[in-house]
């Protein structure tokens, strides 16, 4: 049996290209025969073979240009964008009569879509963002996409789209990583940033779900947020006019819709010198949220606070995997509301997320009184420790006692 995983892998290993992945689907064996895999379903199955045979090129003989040959990166000036975009994406397809197809692999390029996709014009649409990154040992892994998986399904759910299986999720986003492992950076130069998306791609005019959706997933080299380690502190301020999510809304999901109403906030926040803002809750103006793209914890002694999970706030995997290191590490961790007023009291505060794992926060204003909790540029001891704690566990310099990193290559 064979996935797309497996025969990325394959041809990566034995420095082989495809310009196309067939459709494949579960059930399907493959086996290389000289230049060419060939494909067949075991007897018995109810599998229809839709590629019987695929012709194999050596890297070396593609030509120049081919968006599919070794990229050319400068590794010490990664940033967080698109200049190093992975060279193929994944896409499948949703229908009513089929179900989810097996998706395959294509060049990194445009999608077809109608004007009256469902997507642009009622916004139904989800994300995801995870990240392929060396360990020390020279592994390609990926963190906890079980997590990322499950919330990918209730996001889903909550938008009323076809749920996304969990192994076709993960297999999907190894496969990515497999047939992209020459964009992911050296081990301490940055990571390979993932971005699922689910949206609903099929036309429809009068408000309802879309009659076909489109799963994919794209790629591409990211830098580190911290260079040499260091976390440079943040400074954030409480936003007190506008509201990031309210009860029984949709801010649990990483729903497309939550996200660009919050610039509006951000940009002005950042004009005034500021990072980010940091949202209060919409019933009583009292308790802490999240940040527009990260969680939030704040810490006294030994004791580190983080708003609970009811439906506004968006169940990080960095949050959930904190919570759990820190009370390994002797902290007493409570998913409580947070009042903004026992924030400016704390002794540091800090925010998590994929892309950042924990950044330290500096500053804390709130009605025109700023909280400074770090000194000099350092970061707090606390963020420090959790930054490390996490990282040397996703780059295999610590152990991983709950198999939390995943090799793919
Ligand atoms: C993605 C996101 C986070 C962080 O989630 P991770 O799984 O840790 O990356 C936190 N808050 C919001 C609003 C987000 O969109």
């Not at 018995?44 to 073979?49: D, Q, R, S």
């Not at 999901?253 to 980010?276: E, H, M």
């Not at 002694?301 to 949050?319: D, E, F, M």
Request: some cysteine; overall charge neutral; glycine content about 10%.
């Amino acid at each position: 049996m064979v996935s797309l995983t497996h025969v990325s892998a394959y041809l990566l290993r034995h420095r082989h290209d495809v310009t196309y992945f067939p459709q494949m689907q579960t059930g399907l064996q493959a086996r290389l025969q000289n230049t060419h895999l060939k494909y067949s379903a075991p007897a018995g199955t109810n599998v229809t073979v839709l590629s019987h045979s695929l012709r194999l090129r050596p890297l070396s003989a593609l030509a120049q240009g081919d968006r599919r040959t070794k990229p050319n990166i400068d590794w010490d000036s990664l940033g967080f964008g698109l200049k190093d975009v992975a060279g193929s994406m994944y896409t499948a397809t949703w229908t009513e009569e089929k179900g989810w197809d097996a998706g395959s692999l294509q060049p990194y390029g445009p999608i077809p879509m109608m004007p009256s996709a469902q997507v642009l014009n009622y916004g139904q649409a989800i994300f995801e963002g995870m990240k392929a990154q060396y360990t020390v040992d020279g592994r390609i892994v990926i963190f906890r996409p079980d997590k990322n998986a499950e919330r990918f399904a209730a996001g889903a759910q909550r938008l009323s789209m076809p749920v996304v299986p969990e192994a076709q999720f993960v297999n999907a986003v190894k496969s990515v990583v497999a047939s992209n492992a020459d964009w992911v950076p050296p081990q301490g130069k940055g990571s390979m940033y993932l971005r699922p998306v689910l949206m609903g791609s099929g036309p429809i005019l009068g408000l309802g779900p879309a009659p076909s959706y489109t799963f994919l997933i794209y790629a591409a080299a990211v830098g580190s947020y911290f260079k040499g380690g260091q976390l440079t502190p943040i400074d954030l301020i409480v936003e007190e006019h506008f509201h990031r999510a309210a009860p029984g809304g949709m801010g649990g999901t990483k729903a497309a819709g939550n996200y660009s109403p919050v610039l509006v906030t951000q940009l002005n926040a950042k004009k005034n010198g500021y990072s980010d803002v940091v949202y209060l809750d919409a019933k009583s103006d009292t308790y802490l949220e999240e940040v527009s793209s990260c969680n939030i914890f704040i810490v006294k002694g030994k004791t580190i606070k983080t708003p609970p999970l009811q439906g506004t706030i968006l169940p990080g995997v960095t949050r959930r995997s904190i919570i759990e290191l820190a009370r390994l590490r002797g902290y007493t961790v409570e998913e409580v509301p947070v009042p903004v007023t026992e924030a400016m009291e704390a002794d540091e505060v800090f925010t998590t997320g994929t892309a950042v794992v924990v950044s330290s926060v500096g500053s804390l204003t709130y009605q025109g009184n700023k909280k400074q909790y770090t000194q000099n540029g350092q970061p707090g001891n606390v963020s420090l420790e959790m930054y490390t704690a996490l990282t040397d566990i996703q780059t295999g310099k610590a152990a991983d006692p709950a198999d939390w990193v995943v090799k793919v290559l």
